[in-house]
């Protein structure tokens, strides 16, 4: 049984000018350790994707449709009362931005103290050296000092880790980690990546690694969801997604990519147009105003799932043409 499966997902965001299906028909399923990148742009609905999970959507947002499972438990439907068992205590999460995420009125002792008691029943200084160890684990020097400090005072990179220490305050079996390296300058990224690694297999928890950047998942991912307007368009193993990419957005994420181990310079070729607008979805791929290989097919129907190789599946026409240019019939190939 996989840790965590997630079937036909559709979340809603009902709008005054019209309803903005931000996950639209989103299956994926994650193993016990396993590591999952849900990489796109922004818009693409990955962070949705994880708040759905969580069920912690803002409103009007709300889950209409679809199966979310965590050890064999259907969350959908749950009360907020049977939710808590589950949020914190099973599956953590890492929000974007660690400066708003973290209370500026209160130290941050104070904080990291109430994400333990809250989830555990333990005394208050045994709840003190489990702060203390978790700060020393996230790699926080002068660990008793900080418990006395506000986040105004420490810097972007200490706060990510701060906010690490308390997603891994209930040692969870899932961590949605959303953005968690944006704002870092690129050292301070890797080693929070690198810690982030560690740690997974300190715990031996999956993660859920949610980013625009498909460089931050290259080399900590077991496999890659690929979202663009509300659909996974493409998802498999890491070195499939890497190197043999079968949608024509993925090739486009991976041209805007610079390679340094490339010795001459190559220009970076960003994808043209802007990402779609999510109230005005056009009929056929959501892809197809932005792809210069659309075809007529491409403006007219939605393109269904193939399979490659094992669990590789993207939904792209181009990879449905015979040798004479004819579309194959769906499940021919």
Request: proline letters at 5%.
């Amino acid at each position: 049984m996989a840790l965590l499966e997630v079937k036909n997902l559709i979340t809603k965001f009902p709008m005054p000018t019209g309803v903005v299906h931000a996950v639209n028909d989103v299956s994926f399923s994650l193993d016990y350790g396993q590591v999952l990148g849900i990489v796109g742009e922004s818009g693409s609905g990955k962070s949705v994707t994880g708040y759905s999970i969580m069920q912690i959507l803002t409103e009007p947002g709300r889950i209409d449709g679809g199966s979310i499972k965590f050890e064999g438990t259907e969350l959908v439907g749950l009360s907020e009362e049977e939710l808590k068992k589950f949020r914190g205590n099973k599956i953590s999460v890492i929000f974007q931005d660690p400066m708003t995420s973290l209370n500026p009125v209160f130290t941050i002792g104070y904080q990291l103290l109430e994400a333990i008691t809250l989830h555990k029943e333990i005394s208050k200084d045994d709840a003190y050296k489990r702060a203390i160890e978790l700060l020393e684990l996230v790699g926080i020097n002068q660990p008793d000092n900080r418990m006395k400090q506000y986040p105004y005072q420490l810097s972007g990179g200490m706060r990510q880790r701060i906010m690490i220490a308390m997603a891994l305050a209930t040692e969870p079996e899932l961590l949605i980690a959303d953005e968690p390296t944006t704002a870092l300058d690129v050292t301070i990224q890797a080693q929070i990546l690198e810690l982030m690694l560690d740690l997974q297999k300190k715990f031996k928890m999956a993660i859920i690694m949610i980013t625009h950047d498909l460089g931050v998942v290259a080399g900590m991912c077991d496999r890659i969801n690929v979202m663009y307007a509300g659909k996974i368009i493409e998802s498999g193993t890491t070195d499939e997604i890497f190197y043999n990419p079968k949608h024509e957005y993925t090739k486009g994420l991976l041209h805007s990519i610079p390679n340094p181990s490339i010795d001459e310079k190559v220009r970076l070729e960003p994808i043209q147009g802007s990402p779609v607008d999510m109230l005005m979805l056009p009929e056929g791929c959501a892809f197809s105003p932005r792809c210069k290989n659309c075809m007529k097919i491409c403006l007219k129907e939605q393109p269904f799932y193939m399979e490659f190789e094992k669990d590789h599946i993207a939904s792209c026409f181009l990879n449905v043409l015979d040798e004479e240019g004819h579309l194959y019939e769906k499940g021919d190939k």
